[in-house]
């Protein structure tokens, strides 16, 4: 974890946000049909999340060649089908776009179950982005100290309508949870206020216990 999301002291690491094969697939056929394909059809479907297995990777060619420093790889079916399935029809996938390695990698697979966390660890994942419905205090335990733990704080609005305190106040909250860093929530809506922006982002750089090498205070983000 030494090196991990290390960039230049002149610029912020650029990250990019990679679907897993079946929230692709999702995307590419009628989400009904993909259900009754994995219950009526599952070598069908296991060739399909193959092919779409090369295209991502592919398509992690291009963001690498882009310049991306680091990717997270969202898989959405975890909370949508059984584990005994996702282990049979979507854990080889994700093993496949997770196992080369040519840049630092975060796993977010939705769904709050202990299966959830044990098939991003059986990815030999570089950092977890924990799912907003799991219990932090129930999870860090399941999660070696070695491997990043990633979290949402705060609700939709707060850099919008919150203060600079506090918002310092709720990421030094959850970063005393357990949390190795945290994000805002994706949907930043109304449009965020750069005072509580700065503020978010200096209350992880000035956070006493922070760890995570790229976001030191010698290192820009």
């Known amino acids: 974890m030494s090196n991990l999301f290390t960039v230049p002291k002149d610029r912020g690491a650029v990250g990019v946000f990679i679907p897993g094969p079946f929230t692709l697939a999702g995307q590419v056929l009628d989400v009904d049909a993909l259900y009754v394909m994995f219950l009526k059809q599952p070598e069908k479907a296991l060739r399909l999340f193959e092919q ?128 190795t860093t945290v994000c805002p929530p994706a949907d930043v809506y109304p449009p965020a206020r750069i005072e509580n922006i700065e503020a978010f982002v200096r209350a992880l750089q000035e956070y006493e216990n922070f760890s995570l090498v790229a976001l030191r205070k010698d290192i820009a983000i």
């Open 52 to 179: 779409l297995t090369t295209f991502i990777n592919q398509l992690i060619d291009l963001y690498i060649y882009a310049g991306a420093d680091f990717m997270i790889v969202v898989e959405g079916s975890g909370a949508s089908i059984a584990p005994k399935t996702f282990r049979k029809l979507l854990l080889p996938s994700m093993q496949h776009i997770l196992k080369p390695k040519k840049i630092p990698q975060i796993t977010l697979f939705f769904g709050s179950s202990r299966e959830i966390i044990e098939f991003m660890l059986a990815c030999d994942t570089d950092g977890i982005l924990l799912d907003k419905q799991c219990d932090i205090e129930k999870t860090r335990g399941l999660i070696p100290e070695t491997i990043p733990l990633f979290g949402q704080c705060g609700g939709f609005d707060m850099l919008a309508n919150s203060t600079p305190a506090e918002i310092t106040d709720k990421v030094h909250r959850c970063l005393d949870l357990g949390f």
